[in-house]
Every structure is written in C-alpha cells, then in structure tokens.
C-alpha cells in the first residue's frame, strides 16, 4: 500500500471507527472522494444495532470498477435485508459512478477500450489514445 493509500485509510478509520477501523484499500486516489462519500452516506443510513455489527473489510478496484466488501456480522446480528435494503443500493450508485470517475484525479472520466482504470483525457494513457470509450456505467 503506498504512503498516500496508508494515510487515507488511516482517515477512514479515525472518521468512521465502528466500521473501518481496518480496510483495506487499494484504489486509484482519484476515488478518494467516492469512498468519503460511500463511508459518509452509510454512516448516516444505518441505525442502532445494524451499526454495531457492520464491517468494511476491503474497498478496492476490480475490472475498472470500485468494489466494496463488507460483512453484516458474523453470527447474523443484522438483519440480511440491511445490506439488501440500505448499503447495496448506495454501494451501487458509486460503483456506477466509479466507471466515470478519472482514477487519477477524480474528474468525470471514462474507460477507454482496453484501459486498466476510467481517466479523464489528461491522464489517459498514451497507449489507450483514440480507443474507443465506454459509457455504459453512466448514472
């Protein structure tokens, strides 16, 4: 994990202790941004028990889409549909918005054929130049 990643995670867990106190995180830092907004909008949703027993285990990128794995407790402390009901469907929003997300900066982006990761055009590589670009993760 470079030094960048470290103190961001580092931040998440002093920012939402009871849930990612250790992540692991191995994102682009033009994602930054989503994870504070992932972390923040699910922090917010949930409520009493459900928070005692939520945990991030791991936020990273996989097919030039950010994932999210979680767990909802161990013994089934939280109701399964939580996850279905309250963290799937903001989990899913970001991961759409992650595909037209710039990895390097944070800028509306897309993913070029063949690319590892979404840029913007100023962070594209030169190999990737003149592919074509997908669009189909736009919100």
Same mark, same amino acid.
């Given at each position: ?5 470290? #103190? ?6 002093? !920012? /939402?202790? +009871? ?21 923040? #909008? ?5 409520? *009493?028990?459900?928070?005692? @027993? @939520? !945990?991030? %285990?791991?936020?990273? +990128?996989? /097919? ?11 013994? *089934?402390?939280?109701?399964? /549909? ?9 989990? %899913? ?11 390097? &900066? *944070? &800028? =509306?982006?897309?993913?070029? =054929? ?13 190999? /990737? ?11």
């Amino acid at each position: 994990m470079t030094s960048a990643l470290c #103190r961001k995670a580092d931040e998440l867990a002093a !920012k /939402y202790p +009871e849930f990612a106190d250790d992540v692991y995180l191995a994102i682009q830092p033009g994602w930054f941004g989503l994870v504070d907004e992932l972390l923040d #909008r699910i922090d917010k949703a949930l409520k *009493g028990e459900d928070r005692k @027993f @939520f !945990k991030i %285990h791991a936020i990273e +990128e996989k /097919y030039c889409l950010f994932r999210f794995h979680y767990d909802n407790g161990t013994q *089934g402390e939280v109701d399964y /549909y939580v996850a279905l009901d309250v963290v799937d469907p903001i989990f %899913h929003e970001i991961e759409r918005r992650s595909g037209i997300t710039c990895g390097r &900066c *944070g &800028c =509306k982006g897309r993913i070029l =054929k063949g690319a590892p990761m979404p840029t913007c055009e100023e962070h594209d590589d030169p190999r /990737y130049k003149g592919r074509p670009a997908f669009y189909s993760y736009e919100v």
